[in-house]
């Protein structure tokens, strides 16, 4: 039998996620680096401990990240558990509202998606 670690899409079939996740498509922002980096990306499904992310152009990121949801105006701030480009399953530890007043050193987070409402 593989390890889940070894193959993601064994974790299709069968599914050991604690909470089950809806499917959506939703525009997001993978964020890194204390704001540095900001990239699109596709929510493909997510739940309140995880998400299933389309990541546009080839890109790779590093295995700590914050996920904007831009409709919802929530950062989650995540790791990755496993990779099958273009996809990425994050595992979410904190999600965070961006409508009130976050930690000091995450207000880069409402700046980038400030700026993502206004285009």
Known sequence: MQDLAVN????????????PRAQVLLSARI???????A???TIRD???SGAAV???????IPDDVYLLELERQIAHE?????RLSPLVALKISMSRPLDFALPPGLGYLKSIWTDTALR
Do not use: K, N
């Open 46 to 48: 997510i739940s309140a």
């Open 78 to 82: 995540a790791s990755v558990i496993w």
């Open 39 to 41: 990239h699109c990306c």
């Open 8 to 19: 993601p899409l064994l974790a299709e079939s069968t599914d050991r996620r604690g909470l």
């Open 31 to 37: 964020v890194y680096g204390q704001g540095s980096y």
């Open 54 to 60: 389309f990541l546009h152009s080839g890109l790779t």
